[in-house]
């Protein structure tokens, strides 16, 4: 049941929450008191733009956060002293315009992706010791100015917030704590994520005060009381395979509901019963059987391919750990501590390389496995330019894939390193990979033949983003644009771009606009409508589709590929049918 903390990453976010929690507990309590419960969501919250700025420029992202935290503070409490406008009002209107210029930030200027998103929500494979020291130093600031400032807070305590400050000292006194609240926040952000810091700073104080009315008590149990929700919740989210932030905020919330309902409906010895009912509960949810060792060679593959690759290679001698779903977005995926746990045990990790799934480094790094970490990438034959700059920049385009030559190459390296570490099946691995080469050479020949039936000047290829490079080097298809002009879905059109791409559309007389199982068809539909293409046939780009679907196979998936661009080059009037050894599903 304790396994989850043995893992080093999940203890070093414990060491960060039990930190945390000993400030937020009391900071807590005077952001209750004070009704600074929404200024306290809205700091962490406005520092988007900093976390932005930060990824993009390559500084740390608390410090980029605490830095337009401090800037949101000052003038929250600069427009309060001059009486314009409710507290709450100004909040509200300084944090839209924190939110509009992380956005414009983040779409059109960084063109930020998967690591602004972990800090938002948090993640416990971002946690290090420079977050620990900071939650240090946050929490002790924060414990000595509540030493030395506690009793002129109370004395201000119950003030409404909308009147004005009684000048001078008491404005300082104001500035100061609001000053407090946005440095704990930041320094949350990590593992709790700027969108949920409240879960820790807010919910356990507001739990607590409803069973309590003296200052030092309250407190007291409000530090106890975040740390049991940030444990469990940590406990919680390795078991749930969750981010930290989302699964302390939904404990927090539940038991801040539980104890409301206590409150209102009996004594508080019915809630401690409740409350342990609930807790024990929690426990035996967790607790399950561990698998057994099935002697099978444990290996990691990244993405949905390369699993499929090592499982038609491996057979039943190979145990394969698939770490992205079918129709995830590999550019967009935040690792969960499944996949870290699942690769301490690994014997081996299949990568695709390219800066597609850097993420990876990270994932390996913090499970402690001795693995052997392979790159397929860098031995395929095909190599394609990568994008130049951006936040997956690389030499080369990371979809190799798509080239069934690049395919055959990954195929065999994954046979050389399979029979590396186990020699006995090295012929059971050599046989398998033979019979699924020679599937891969049907499939080119296949799609080489149906594209030679369709004339040069209608291969005209218009997808949701730069993915398809190599298929279409492969099988003479020219790519005229993409609704996001990127190898990265990361990457953000602005409305120039949509502009332009309609007006090749039209130019080109572009039949189809082929958008991709993994991201919202949305903007696909509306370039469509604007220039008269279709959209009505969707590819597989960065990833294999669901179990049952025309591409959860990397065949299938490469010959439904071929089938919908014939069938949108051609306006429906031709198909591909590839040989009976790569069975298709009727597309509807």
Not at 72 to 85: E, H, K, M, N
Not at 394 to 407: E, F, G, L, V
Not at 469 to 479: D, K, S, T, W
Not at 505 to 530: N, Y
């Amino acid at each position: 049941m304790l396994d989850p903390f043995q893992l080093p990453f999940v203890q070093r976010g414990l060491i960060e929450v039990l930190v945390l929690a000993l400030g937020a507990g009391v900071l807590g309590t005077w952001v209750v008191l004070r009704g600074l419960a929404f200024f306290s969501h809205a700091v962490g919250t406005a520092a988007f733009p900093g976390l932005v700025l930060a990824d993009g420029l390559g500084f740390s992202a608390p410090l980029g956060a605490f830095g337009v935290a401090a800037l949101f503070t000052a003038v929250i409490w600069g427009l309060s002293r001059r009486r314009t406008a409710g507290y709450d009002s100004l909040t509200a209107l300084v944090l839209v315009g924190c939110l509009a210029a992380g956005v414009i930030l983040a779409s059109d200027v960084f063109h930020s992706g998967s690591n602004v998103e972990q800090l938002l929500f948090g993640s416990l494979l971002l946690t290090d010791s420079a977050d620990i020291r900071l939650a240090i130093f946050a929490t002790g600031v924060v414990l000595i100015a509540s030493v030395i400032l506690g009793r002129r807070w109370l004395a201000t305590g119950f003030d409404e917030l909308g009147t004005p400050a009684s000048a001078g000292a008491a404005g300082w006194l104001e500035l100061v704590l609001l000053a407090l609240i946005a440095l704990a926040t930041t320094a949350a952000l990590t593992i709790i994520g700027a969108l949920l810091v409240t879960a820790l700073f807010v919910a356990p104080a507001a739990t607590v005060r409803l069973f309590v009315n003296r200052m030092t008590t309250w407190q007291i149990w409000s530090v106890l009381l975040a740390a049991a929700e940030g444990t469990v919740g940590l406990w919680l989210s390795v078991k749930t395979n969750a981010p930290p932030g989302a699964t302390i905020a939904t404990l927090s919330g539940a038991v801040f509901a539980l104890a409301g309902i206590v409150r209102a409906i009996g004594p508080r010895t019915k809630g401690l019963g409740l409350a342990g009912a609930a807790g024990v509960a929690l426990l035996v949810a967790g607790c399950g059987g561990s698998g057994s060792d099935s002697g099978e060679v444990a290996v990691v593959a990244t993405t949905t391919q390369i699993a499929d690759f090592a499982r038609e290679v491996g057979g039943d001698d190979v145990d394969v750990t698939q770490i992205l779903a079918p129709n995830t977005d590999p550019h967009d995926y935040e690792p969960r501590p499944d996949d870290v746990t699942n690769t301490a045990n690994a014997k081996i990790v299949f990568e695709n390389g390219d800066n597609l799934d850097a993420w990876m480094g990270k994932v390996v790094d913090d499970s402690g496995s001795d693995a052997k970490v392979v790159d397929l990438g860098a031995g395929v034959p095909v190599k394609m330019p990568g994008e130049s700059s951006g936040p997956e920049a690389s030499q080369y385009d990371p979809h190799w894939w798509h080239d069934p030559r690049n395919a055959e190459a990954a195929v065999r390296e994954i046979t050389t390193q399979l029979a590396a570490i186990d020699p006995k099946d090295k012929a059971t691995f050599a046989a398998n990979a033979a019979a699924y080469e020679a599937k891969l050479g049907t499939l080119d020949s296949g799609i080489a033949h149906c594209f030679e039936s369709v004339p040069a000047s209608e291969r005209k290829l218009v997808t949701d983003h730069d993915a398809f490079g190599y298929f279409a080097n492969r099988y003479g298809i020219q790519v005229v644009g993409a609704v996001i002009p990127s190898q990265t879905t990361q990457a953000q059109p602005n409305a120039q771009d949509l502009s332009d791409l309609a007006n090749v559309v039209r130019s080109e007389h572009v039949k189809a606009i082929f958008p991709e199982s993994s991201l919202s068809p949305k903007l696909a539909d509306t370039i469509a409508s604007q220039t008269g293409a279709t959209a009505d046939h969707t590819l597989y780009g960065d990833t294999l589709g669901p179990t049952g679907s025309n591409g959860d196979t990397y065949l299938k998936m490469e010959a439904a590929n071929a089938n919908s661009m014939v069938e949108g080059f051609t306006d429906g009037r031709s198909r591909c049918e590839i040989a009976a050894a790569i069975p298709m599903e009727t597309t509807p």
